[in-house]
């Protein structure tokens, strides 16, 4: 019982239960306000709501469900959480600022409207995808979205409470590389890995998983994050490590592609934390 007579047990009491419910921010993540705290607000609610739906009322096929479930959290992780702490100053941006912001706004604009492309040409039911958007696809989202990295790196954003524009471009890119996988998801669980892979396969693998670690060093710190580097780099030095760490090394097509499927990223966390 709490001892009304006490000053000093009143305020104890009144200050734990006015701050019962407070969630410490850490020390990257944005604090939103006005309307953007009711956008991302809303985007969470919506991301919660696919999850109940999905698993109450509307299935989906589990590469679909797996794969949106990764791409939404890649959405809002780059929308809440930036690259690195406090913010900036500087009045003005420079040469370097501006440079990458634009590389990395053509570069994954472009595969945004290719990979759009695509999703129009299919609703349309045209039974092949358009040549030039596949060809065109790739490489420019993975050049934008390194140099939308390498933005956050270097710059911050100018205020806590909104999200910089790299992020912004990333959370596009997360949904370019996101959907083409499940445009081909079908197709991507037989030729994933395997020699008939597109290089387009690859360029959306190998940008999702350059995304997922982008958020996770946001999210968890450099510790994990180099210990999977570690893995994937063991993929490709095969041929020169010694003894029997030797093995005869895998392309970049057949590694990232395989990567990207439920025998990689998409499978048992995956499974657990979309369900």
Known sequence: M????????????????????????????REFNRNWHWFIATACVCYTVF???????????????RLIHV???????????????????????????????????????????????IWINGLMGEEFPPIWALKYYGAPLFVGTCAAILHGWIFRGKQRGRTSPGDVLLAVSSVAAITYIVFFSEQLQ???????????DMWAALTGVVLIVELTRRLAGLALVIIASIFVAYAFLG?????????KGYTAKRFFTYIFTDNGILGAPIAISST
């Open 2 to 29: 709490t001892d009304n007579n006490n000053p000093a047990s009143t305020i104890e009491t009144q200050t734990a239960s006015a701050q019962v419910d407070d969630e410490p921010t850490v020390s990257n993540q």
């Open 239 to 247: 041929p020169w490590l010694p003894g029997i760490l030797e093995h």
């Open 51 to 65: 999850h109940l739906l999905v698993m109450n009322v509307w299935p989906l096929e589990t590469w679909t469900y």
């Open 190 to 200: 037989l030729r994933a890995g395997m020699p008939m892979a597109l290089p387009s």
């Open 71 to 117: 791409g939404g959290g890649l959405v809002l992780g780059f929308l809440i959480y930036s690259a690195t702490t406090g913010a900036s100053d500087a009045s003005r941006r420079s040469v370097l600022d501006w440079l990458l912001l634009i590389v990395s706004g053509v570069g994954i604009l472009t595969g945004f409207a290719m990979v759009s492309a």
